[in-house]
């Protein structure tokens, strides 16, 4: 059974860096592509997004300048790091694995809220 | 704004079929396969329709999409109120080179 988490801290200042860390069990981040997708506070689901298999990286142009997507095959784990943050960048954010096609989220982690805030 | 238009809510009574519409574009919805989500209360989202109408294991068959032009549809027939949720429509888009999400239709089951 796959399953994801994330990890990082739950509060971060504003124009600092936000980073998440997702541990993946039960299938090998060498296989299938990983993603991070945001969800805002009472809104909707938001693409930031992919990295590959073999290490590239895929953005949402609206998070380019600020938004890196790393693989660490040797603990199963990929990361996300969000520069600059605001408090618009307060939501959930959550790692999941593309297992269908280029785009369909077939395994999600349960999400970690993260807050921007002084 | 989401790039992918859907009601805000929708609602049915128990035993109802009910159907969640979902517009987009040619370059999103009209040339590339759209998937749905169900998110209940809570909890993250779960895969529940891809590549337009086709179920992952374990999602009942009531459950059903569609996809005509640059609109897609999800249809539950036999509503039960365990499928009260939050339901998005995604596609890839090919001109942000990523899924695009809609805003989400909160469905309730009176």
């Known amino acids: ?118 | 704004q989401s790039v992918l238009t859907q009601p805000p809510s929708a609602s049915g009574t128990p035993g109802q079929r009910v159907t969640i519409s979902c517009s987009g574009s040619s370059s999103n919805i009209g040339s590339n396969t759209v998937n749905w989500y169900q998110q209940l209360p809570g909890t993250a989202p779960k895969l529940l329709i891809y590549n337009n109408n086709q179920r992952p294991s374990g999602v009942p068959d009531r459950f059903s999409g569609s996809k005509s032009g640059t609109s897609a549809s999800l249809a539950i027939s036999g509503l039960q109120s365990e499928d009260e949720a939050d339901y998005y429509c995604a596609a890839w888009d090919d001109s942000l080179n990523g899924p695009v999400f809609g805003g989400g239709t909160k469905l309730t089951v009176l």
């Open chain 1, 1 to 118: 059974q796959v399953q994801l988490q994330e990890s990082g801290p739950g509060l971060v200042k504003p124009s600092e860096a936000l980073s998440l860390t997702c541990s993946v069990s039960g299938d090998s981040v060498s296989s299938y592509y990983w993603g991070w997708i945001r969800q805002p506070p009472g809104k909707g689901l938001e693409w930031i997004g992919h990295i590959f298999y073999s290490g590239s990286t895929n953005y949402n142009p609206s998070f380019k300048s600020r938004v890196t997507i790393s693989l660490d095959t040797s603990k199963n784990q990929f990361s996300l790091k969000l520069s600059s943050v605001t408090a618009a960048d307060t939501a959930v954010y959550y790692c999941a694995r593309v297992g269908v096609g280029r785009d369909g989220f077939d395994v999600w982690g349960q999400g970690t809220m993260v807050t921007v805030s002084s």
